[in-house]
């Protein structure tokens, strides 16, 4: 780690594609800006990327990263930290990539407390596919596909989080700069699986949950005086259907990672002795 790393040592050579405007301009900048902050530096970092618009993250940050498979970010990272329990791994991706088809790892990542950060950038849309219903989409949500609304509850990711028995669980919101960074570098800075779900907006397909939007009724919790070290009271606030929030809604302080509790502490990225005997037979036996 390095105390002489900036924000942009993480930018990579290559040029965003985003809309103009897209929320996740913003959260990789909160990334990068939390990761050099937390004195990390590109060389002991990986990020792991699902699929979507989200999913490019890994392109345009200078780090090691995978563009993975959808809704197998979680999985990938896992193993990374689990090789590599010295570097700092960072998931990273989607609503749709984590709540839907990734949704059954998400639940596993989280109650391992794997130490390790996972940033979704929630618009509460599918955006690379062109505005289709999103786990996180409002019931009565219009698009091309469900015209009256997908006429479904939405997911409550913190929610599914806390059932979970995760150790940290935190929403931010994209266009508040240094609170998005604070909350990252907090996630980071936690012993165990650090989840934080951003409000990133889609300016090319959702109209309804706007910048302006979530600037008119985003409550923040350091504002309100709300204890993240109180289980009873992040359950309350998770619950709560009728607010937006921005915060560490929970934060278990006796938190103790999986790889502290099974003793994993060791690089295991190489193999000295190579292959195990018949590992290639059984490989070719599939392939």
């Known amino acids: 780690m390095s105390s002489d790393v900036r924000f942009t040592d993480f930018k ?37 990327a699902g699929i979507g618009c989200s999913g490019k993250i890994g392109t345009y940050m200078h780090s090691y990263a995978l ?6 970010a979680l999985p990938v990272a896992t193993g990374v930290k689990m090789a590599r329990p010295d570097i700092e791994v960072m998931a990273a991706g989607g609503d749709g990539d984590g709540y839907s088809i990734g949704a059954g790892h998400f639940v596993h990542a989280v109650r391992r407390n794997v130490d390790m950060s996972y ?3 929630d618009n509460r849309i599918y955006g690379l596919t ?5 786990p996180t989409s409002r019931s009565d949500f219009e698009t091309s596909t ?32 240094l609170r998005h960074q604070e909350i990252i570098q907090e996630a980071i800075e936690h012993d165990g699986f650090g989840f934080v779900n951003v409000f990133s907006p889609c300016v090319t397909f959702n109209d309804v949950d706007t910048y302006d939007y979530f600037r008119d009724n985003l409550v923040d919790l350091q504002d309100e005086g709300h204890d993240p070290n109180d289980y009873e009271a992040a359950k309350e606030v998770i619950l709560d259907s009728d607010k937006e929030y921005q915060g560490v809604m929970y934060q278990d302080e006796n938190s103790v ?3 502290e509790k099974h003793g994993v502490t060791e690089d295991m990225s190489e193999i000295p002795d190579g292959a195990p005997e018949d590992a290639m037979d059984l490989v070719r036996e599939f392939y």
């Not at 965003?16 to 002991?44: I, Q, R, S, V």
């Not at 062109?130 to 999103?134: D, L």
């Not at 009256?148 to 994209?174: R, T, Y």
């Open 130 to 134: 062109k505005g289709q219903a999103s």
């Open 12 to 48: 990579s050579d290559k040029q965003p594609t985003w809309c103009p405007g897209c929320g996740d301009f913003g959260t990789m900048n909160g990334m990068m800006k939390a990761l050099a902050e937390t004195g990390n530096d590109p060389d002991n970092t990986f990020v792991v």
């Open 257 to 259: 990672p999986y790889h």
């Open 119 to 121: 940033v979704v950038m």
């Open 67 to 72: 563009h993975g498979v959808h809704g197998r």
């Open 146 to 177: 469900t015209p009256e609304g997908p006429k479904q509850p939405p997911v409550n990711p913190l929610a599914l989080a806390l059932a979970s028995g995760a150790s940290f669980i935190a929403q931010s919101f994209a266009s508040d700069a």
